[in-house]
């Protein structure tokens, strides 16, 4: 089974600009979550979407945003790019078992490494 | 706000000593609990988890972790430590979200 990809991997944008990234999670699987992960702040959760709905957020100012596809893939977007957004952006996908309580494990992708300037 | 601390930021080992990377959280209701490896150039991957049940918990490679609800802690193990498990290593607690502590860079060296 193929994991969860990533594109583009490097990118390198200057400020002001936008960008989007994509994600494809693993099939059959409906939870896409986002990480922004730098090396001062670790790991930081951007949002969660699930059937195409924004399920959870994380604090992120309103230039990043993401949305969900029908087929599960999903896209996030930085608009006005700052230099403080360079950073790896990680996309991590789960199963959601239909009535489970617990928790499903999430799959993490190889990332984007967004480079500003 | 929930948050998750691990107190040791870079780790420094022998082959064969044994390890123990702390991990403490802060959430008073039911949580479940991740450690995270990130070998180097490699994708995130899970090491072990805790639902409920049995507060030690093994995972891949030969680690293991132990709950302790009273005190809010979720220390991952390891008796002895290779080469090759020289990686940065995550805590993580999931409440409505996952949270992820900030990391442990362990180095090994032969």
């Known amino acids: 089974k193929a994991g969860v990809t990533q594109t583009p991997r490097y990118l390198i944008k200057t400020r002001g600009q936008q960008v989007t990234l994509s994600c494809s999670p693993i099939s059959g699987h409906r939870s896409v979550s986002w990480y922004q992960q730098t090396p001062g702040q670790g790991l930081q959760f951007l949002f969660e979407y ?4 924004q399920r959870n957020k994380g604090n992120f100012p309103g230039r990043f945003s993401g949305r969900q596809f029908s087929n599960s893939r999903s896209e996030m977007n930085v608009s006005t790019l700052e230099l403080g957004d360079s950073a790896l952006y990680l996309c991590a996908s789960s199963r959601e078992l239909a009535g489970s309580t617990s928790y499903n494990e999430q799959f993490f992708g190889p990332g984007t490494r967004l480079t500003v300037l | 706000a929930q948050s998750v601390s691990q107190h040791n930021h870079h780790v420094i080992l022998s082959e064969a000593a044994s390890l123990e990377l702390g991990c403490n959280y802060s959430y008073g209701g039911t949580v479940n609990l991740f450690w995270y ?3 180097p150039g490699q994708h995130l991957q899970l090491l072990l988890k805790y639902f409920s049940g049995d507060p030690l ?5 030969g680690f293991e972790a132990e709950f ?8 991952l193990r390891k008796p002895s430590v290779q080469w090759s ?3 940065e290593y995550f805590c993580a607690v999931n409440t409505d979200k996952l949270i992820f502590g900030t990391g442990t860079r362990l180095q090994v060296f032969p």
């Open chain 1, 50 to 53: 699930f059937s195409e709905t």
């Open chain 2, 37 to 39: 490896v990130q070998y």
């Open chain 2, 57 to 61: 918990v093994k995972g891949i490679k």
């Open chain 2, 68 to 75: 302790i609800k009273s005190k809010f802690s979720f220390n």
């Open chain 2, 85 to 87: 498990d020289t990686a």
